[in-house]
């Protein structure tokens, strides 16, 4: 996580690519998703096979939820979000609209959840509150 803050204060400087924000958004907020995911796995006794499924899962949720909260930023009011609205853009931060238009980001958010449960349907099991977690990270207003 701190490698991930390391490269978003150095992507203050400059205008990021889709690979670089995508690397700064794995070791933050994706980073705290893979590992409380992958933990729960471990403390279940998940197989090897099952883990790195999940930590798929991790990966690309926590992308989703990074490009939703990019998005909202564009959408939501700063009385929804609970912080002020359109601070990336003013800010010109490096964001996935920014980068890709608010209707790509969409698109890419729409990709990370589609395949994020594609991989849970891998899984034998009861994968429901996993889905329920997906589709609240991609559905939030805030």
Not at 13 to 28: I, P
Not at 106 to 120: D, F, G, T, V
Request: no cysteine; net charge negative.
């Amino acid at each position: 996580m701190v490698g991930g803050q390391v490269l978003d204060i150095d992507g203050e400087a400059r205008q990021l690519n889709l690979e670089e924000l995508e690397k700064v958004h794995e070791n933050k907020t994706g980073a705290l998703l893979r590992f409380s995911i992958e933990s729960g796995a471990v403390l279940a006794n998940a197989t090897e096979e099952e883990r790195k499924i999940l930590v798929e899962f991790a990966h690309h949720i926590g992308l989703a939820f990074q490009i939703q909260d990019d998005i909202l930023d564009i959408e939501g009011t700063s009385e929804q979000l609970g912080k002020t609205a359109g601070k990336d853009i003013a800010s010109k931060k490096s964001t996935y609209p920014a980068l890709l238009t608010l209707e790509g980001a969409k698109r890419k958010l729409r990709e990370h959840y589609e395949i994020a449960i594609a991989s849970l349907e891998k899984l034998n099991g009861d994968i429901t509150l996993l889905k329920e977690l997906a589709q609240y990270i991609v559905l939030r207003n805030k």
